[in-house]
């Protein structure tokens, strides 16, 4: 006969040993889930705080680049830095806006689940609203490429054409 199944005077005790182990084991694969939406969530906090400073990075490239312009000096790395600058932001937005029409946001680092919510769809409208707006005065700034400056005997260095034009847009 099978003695295996026979505890005995261990039945209680076998018994709450595995009760036991298996409360132990989905309390584990519980906290193993929030310890992953978790991670998650600092990711996207992340990501959305490095983006709110943005907005700061952008005018400040401008306002060197503006310097830069008004006191005749090289302008290839301010402008490298706002490129740079809007085509992170540019990545960003469309990675926000991955994230509000798929229901897995895991494929990269500024995607989220938790903007498929009307409220979150909203704000990202305001946000591409905005964006956009502010986008169209940059873009003739961040696409500018040519001399901005000239030089002459009488006058020294001065702005050309296209120089003028971009401190025009810059402000």
Known sequence: KMRILKLGKYK???A???LFLVGTAAMLATNFIFAVRATESLTAIRGIS???LQPQVIASAAQLL???????RYLGRALTDLKAT???FDEALAGLDRSATTSAGRAGPFEFAPLASASNQ???QELRQVWGEYR???KPIVDFQGN?????AERGTQLSASGLKLNSQLD
Do not use: C, H, M
């Open 16 to 18: 709450v040993l595995a």
């Open 86 to 88: 809007v085509k992170s």
């Open 136 to 138: 169209e005065r940059l």
């Open 50 to 52: 490095a983006q709110q």
């Open 12 to 14: 209680g005790l076998v």
């Open 122 to 124: 909203r704000s990202l």
């Open 148 to 152: 901005p400056y000239v030089e002459t």
């Open 66 to 72: 503006r310097a830069d312009l008004g006191n005749r």
